[in-house]
Each structure stands twice: as structure tokens, then as C-alpha cells.
């Protein structure tokens, strides 16, 4: 075909070889091209799928514990209260170790004295074992400067005053 | 396969036929008592899954219970797999003439309709978002602050604050000046009255963004009812992206439109610069969907696109500098900042919990940064040598959201418009794959009961 019969919108592209030209339609090709890139995606989508029963396995994993924890921090302080925190930071995220806090007297959350217990352990009967614990003044979050009262092993080097 | 074999299965074929339309009812049914279920039990409010929010819903209380984790499963399941008997059914002929569908046109209407009314008429579901945008307006209505320099805290005692979710109220909007102008009208109604316009925003968007997939559709020559039936049927798209009243909503009304513009059987150059220009505008509103102008570009390979696009830009820059200051304009800094949360629906995060690691480092952000720019060379390269820039642009966006380390739901509703009208059917496959794999990472409650 010579350049006069090609359309003026390709003739603008004749400079490029003609691997780098661009095309209106698609060139259909062998198709090996899709094939690839549907391997990858069906690679992809396998991963992706891995990871997510992965990830939901880990998530009940992780309920069942914080539910046993809720269950062992009303136990302990002998109130029925719902609204308790759940810090999984202080002993490390991936330590399975939590610390629960809430008031020791009705109140909205963190108005009253707190009352912070370190749990850790394996499940026994819907409960984990308590370690240790302290307490923290109204109206404040579980900062070391503001820990007092400590007890227990697992809180040893925790208490700051 | 012998003659005998073949005129055996024709009357199997036949009763498989006969009660398809049967099933598509009960299927339509199943979705709209699970939508039901949802916003008449988030009606009464009190859940976790609602956001507390003033009482918009209230004359729908006393209708359902509390709307607790295993209720709201169960329903998103029934919703979803009564959704994919849909789809799949969709797409067959009735048999009893050539090309009837299965499910009417009129009916996949009537269906797709039913259930954004539904979601409309009840709360706000799942999201603090939308009391965010209620936020930004305010703060640049009523108390003239700009709310690109300033986080909702800074309006502590004005009545939308209590309602801001709390990992937001130090946070600037990300949101583009356009969208911040648009909803800056709202702000006067109080809060009531602009929540139920933000609401009617949403519903408007959704509908218009439909009825564009209808218009494109019947360009290229694709069942237009199949395609607005997977968008507007969608679970995740009603329950959570309607529900929530989010601005992706307005966004994929522009990314339709853009789109719409340009698929026109003879598309001119003003068309296409309007094509251009709308999708700068639709960035104006949230900057994901500028993700299609590279691809519009290097398919169309004129000027007019481009012209478009850098008037658009300059009028945007202009406008947004001139209401909110550079800060208004600074998108770059608004990405950046987003691109660094972490959530746990993301599937970065899954990944890295499967390698053992407790969540994404930098690291992880810069290479899931490599992985998104390959994706996106490849997929101009393809463009430039003649794939469909429709579907470019789809893949584009579902590679954005999957390789992003902050996914919501919503965020995985962007492909979709794109998938149901292009001839790339692994675009749609594969959409739905990831939405359904988000939904799978829900359902932890439903095996171990939380509180």
C-alpha cells in the first residue's frame, strides 16, 4: 500500500518503524500477548484470593481472642460494662498480648478512674489469663507518665509514677 | 457430539429455559428484601454499621431491629449472590425468540430503580463520609475558614462536628475545588436539609451515570439493560457507595460522560476536547479519574483532547486558586498524604499479613507505586497500538485500588462503569472477582461473633 492510499492520521506516524506506529484497530495477532496477560491476571487473582482466606482466618483468629479478653475483664472487675478499650500496641501487635481499660464506676468512657489489665495467654473456658494491670485518672489515655498502681507481673516496668 | 446426544439435550435446554425467568424474579426478590433488611434495621440506628447521624430516617423506625454485624452479612451475602445469579442470567437468551433476553428490559429498570429508592429513602450506611463533605462546606459557608488549610476540629462547636468520624477531624478535604464549590450551596440548609441534598446528589449522580452506560452500550452495540443492571444491581455499589451518599458517584457521572463523548459513532474535535475537559472536570471533583486522559490522549492522537484538557486545567486552577489559595490547587500534596494511609480491607496489607509481616512498611508503598506505573505503561502501550482505551482505562483504576494501601469499598466501584461497556470481558471478570474478594474479608464477624 502506498502512503497516498493510507489515511492522513497514519501517514503522520509513517516516520516510526512500524513495531512503534500506532494502530486504530487492534492487530489480532497469534494472541500471545492475552495469553500472558491473562496468565498474569489469573496469577494475580489466585494471590489476591490466598491472601484474602488468609487474612479472614487471621481476623477470626484475632475475635475469638479479643472476645475471650472482653469476657476475662468483666470477670476480673466484676462489672458488665460495654464499653472497654482494647490496646494491642503496648506489649507489640503481633505479641497476642492485649491491655483492656475502662472505668472502675459507671460513667460515660474514661470519665471515672480507669482500670487497665494486661491479658495474655491461651483461651480456657471463653477467658485468657490476667498478668498484671494499673490504673489511669479521669478523663485520660494509657500514656506511661500517667499509669499508677501497678500490679501483677505483667506490669512490671510499665508503671512510670 | 452424535445427533441423538444433541436432540436429547434440546428439552433439558428448553425446561432450563422455561424457569429462568422464575428464577430471575425470586433472585430480584432475595435483592431487594437484603437491601430492605439493611436500611429498615439502619433505620433504628444504634450500629456499628451506621454512623450516628441526625435522624433523617426515623419514620422507617420500628420497622426492623438494631442492624447487628451477622444480620448485615447475611443480607450483603444474599445481596451478592442473588446479584450473580442475576448477572449470569443476564446475559442468556430466553429461547422462545431469537435475542429475548431473560430478564426484560423493564424489569432490569424497574429493579435497578427500586433498589436506589430503597437505599435513598433510609440512613446513612457504613461511612462517616458524607458528614465530612458536610464539614468542608460549612467551614467555607458558615464560618469562613478554607477547608485546605483546616480540618473539621476547627469548627468544634458547629453541629456537623459531632458527626465527622474521628480519624478525619484533623484532616484538610482531599477532595478536589470543584466538588468543595458544589457542595458549598448545601451548607445553608442546615443539617438536615443538606445531608437529604447530599443524598438526592448522590441519587442524581447514580442515575445519570446509568443512564450514560445505557447510551454507551447501545453505541457499541452491547445489551444496554445487562449494563446497567451489573452497575446499578451491584451490592457494594447500592449498599455502600449509594448508601454512603460518597462523590464517586459524581465522579463516574464525569468519567461516563468523558466517556460517552467520545464512543459517539462520529466523535468531532469539539467533542472530544469536551470529552477532555470533562474528565478534568470529574478530577476537579476527585483526582482518581484523571487516570483516563493519558488513555484518551494516546488513543485519539489529535489535538483536541489535549487542548481541551489544558483549558480545563487552567480554568480549574484558576477558579480553585481564586476560592481557596494554592492550597486548593495543590493536588499532588492531597495524593500524597492519601497514599500513605493504611487500611485493613486493603490488599497490601493481606499480603503482608500472609508473608508474615504485621502490616506495609514504606517500602511496600514504593513498590506497589513500581507495580501501578508498569501496569500503566503497559496499558498505553497497548492503547497506542490500538486496545480499546475504555477498557485501558478501567484496568487502569481497578490496578489503582488494588495496589492501593488505603481501599474502601467504594474505591473498587470505579472500573465497573468502564467494564460493562467495552468488549474486554476479563475487565468485568475481574472486577467483580476483587469485589467479591472484599466482600469474602468481611465476613470474619459472621465466623467469630464480635461484640
Not at chain 2, 258 to 285: D, Q
Not at chain 2, 314 to 331: P, Q, S
Not at chain 2, 360 to 381: E, N, Q, T
Request: net charge positive; with cysteine; aromatic share 8%.
Amino acid at each position: 500500500m502506498s502512503d497516498a492510499s493510507l489515511p492522513i492520521e497514519q501517514v503522520r506516524w509513517q516516520w516510526l518503524p512500524p513495531w512503534l506506529r500506532p494502530r486504530t484497530v487492534e492487530h489480532k495477532g497469534t494472541g500471545s500477548m492475552r495469553l500472558v496477560e491473562t496468565t498474569l491476571l489469573v496469577l494475580a487473582a489466585v494471590l489476591l484470593a490466598v491472601a484474602t482466606v488468609n487474612d479472614v482466618g487471621r481476623s477470626v483468629s484475632v475475635n475469638h481472642r479479643l472476645v475471650a479478653d472482653l469476657r476475662t475483664w468483666r470477670h476480673y472487675t466484676g462489672h458488665d460494662y460495654h464499653n472497654i478499650s482494647i490496646d494491642q500496641q503496648t506489649f507489640g501487635l503481633d505479641s497476642q498480648r492485649e491491655v483492656l481499660c475502662a472505668n472502675t464506676s459507671p460513667g460515660p468512657p474514661e470519665a471515672r478512674t480507669q482500670i487497665c489489665l494486661a491479658i495474655w495467654g491461651p483461651v480456657v473456658k471463653g477467658r485468657r489469663t490476667v498478668h498484671g494491670g494499673w490504673y489511669l485518672p479521669p478523663r485520660s489515655v494509657d500514656l506511661p507518665a500517667n499509669r499508677y498502681g501497678c500490679f501483677g507481673p505483667g506490669a512490671a516496668g510499665i508503671c512510670r509514677r | 457430539m452424535s445427533a441423538v446426544a444433541y436432540s436429547e439435550r434440546l428439552p433439558v435446554r428448553a425446561r432450563s429455559q422455561r424457569w429462568a425467568p422464575a428464577l430471575v424474579g425470586l433472585l430480584s426478590l432475595l435483592l431487594i428484601a437484603a437491601t430492605l433488611e439493611i436500611v429498615l434495621d439502619g433505620a433504628l440506628g444504634h450500629s456499628p454499621l451506621v454512623p450516628p447521624s441526625p435522624d433523617i430516617a426515623g419514620w422507617l423506625e420500628g420497622i426492623g431491629e438494631r442492624l447487628g454485624y451477622r444480620v448485615f452479612l447475611i443480607a450483603l451475602l444474599v445481596s451478592v449472590g442473588a446479584y450473580a445469579g442475576l448477572v449470569a442470567l443476564s446475559g442468556r437468551s430466553s429461547g422462545e425468540s431469537a435475542g429475548a433476553a431473560v430478564m426484560p428490559w423493564r424489569w432490569a429498570i424497574a429493579l435497578v430503580a427500586a433498589l436506589q429508592l430503597i437505599v435513598f429513602a433510609g440512613p446513612v450506611l457504613l461511612s462517616t463520609d458524607v458528614f465530612s463533605y458536610l464539614a468542608y462546606a460549612r467551614m467555607g459557608v458558615e464560618h469562613g475558614l478554607n477547608p485546605y488549610t483546616h480540618g473539621p476540629v476547627a469548627i468544634v462547636g458547629d453541629p456537623v462536628f459531632k458527626y465527622v468520624g474521628k480519624d478525619w477531624i484533623h484532616v484538610a478535604t482531599a477532595y478536589g475545588p470543584l466538588y468543595t464549590l458544589l457542595s458549598y450551596p448545601l451548607a445553608p440548609l442546615g443539617l438536615v436539609g443538606a445531608l437529604w441534598a447530599m443524598k438526592l446528589e448522590a441519587l442524581l449522580a447514580s442515575a445519570g451515570t446509568l443512564a450514560l452506560i445505557w447510551r454507551c452500550a447501545c453505541t457499541r452495540g452491547l445489551d444496554p439493560a445487562r449494563a446497567i443492571l451489573i452497575v446499578g444491581a451491584n451490592p457494594l455499589y447500592v449498599i455502600y457507595g449509594l448508601g454512603g451518599a460518597h462523590n464517586d458517584l459524581i465522579m463516574m457521572l464525569a468519567m461516563m460522560a468523558a466517556v460517552s463523548l467520545t464512543i459517539a459513532p462520529a466523535p468531532t474535535r469539539g467533542r472530544e476536547a469536551t470529552a477532555a475537559a470533562t474528565v478534568v472536570a470529574g478530577a476537579l471533583i476527585k483526582a482518581t479519574v484523571a487516570v483516563l486522559l493519558p488513555f484518551m490522549i494516546v488513543s485519539r492522537r489529535r489535538l483536541g483532547p489535549i487542548v481541551g484538557a489544558l483549558a480545563a486545567i487552567a480554568l480549574g486552577a484558576l477558579v480553585g486558586y481564586v476560592a481557596f489559595g494554592i492550597h486548593g490547587i495543590d493536588v499532588v500534596a492531597a495524593l500524597n498524604r492519601d497514599a500513605a494511609f493504611v487500611s485493613t480491607d486493603s490488599f497490601a496489607t493481606e499480603i503482608a499479613h500472609l508473608v508474615g509481616k504485621p502490616g506495609v512498611f514504606p517500602i511496600d508503598h514504593d513498590l506497589l507505586k513500581a507495580a501501578l506505573v508498569l501496569v500503566i505503561l503497559h496499558l498505553l502501550w497497548r492503547t497506542w497500538r490500538g486496545y480499546d482505551w475504555v477498557a485501558a482505562s478501567g484496568w487502569a483504576l481497578l490496578a489503582i485500588s488494588v495496589t492501593s494501601t488505603w481501599l474502601l469499598a467504594w474505591y473498587i466501584l470505579w472500573p465497573l462503569p468502564l467494564a460493562v461497556v467495552t468488549r474486554d470481558r476479563r475487565l468485568l471478570v475481574a472486577t467483580l472477582v476483587v469485589q467479591a474478594l472484599f466482600v469474602i474479608h468481611q465476613i470474619s464477624p459472621l465466623l467469630a461473633p464480635v461484640e
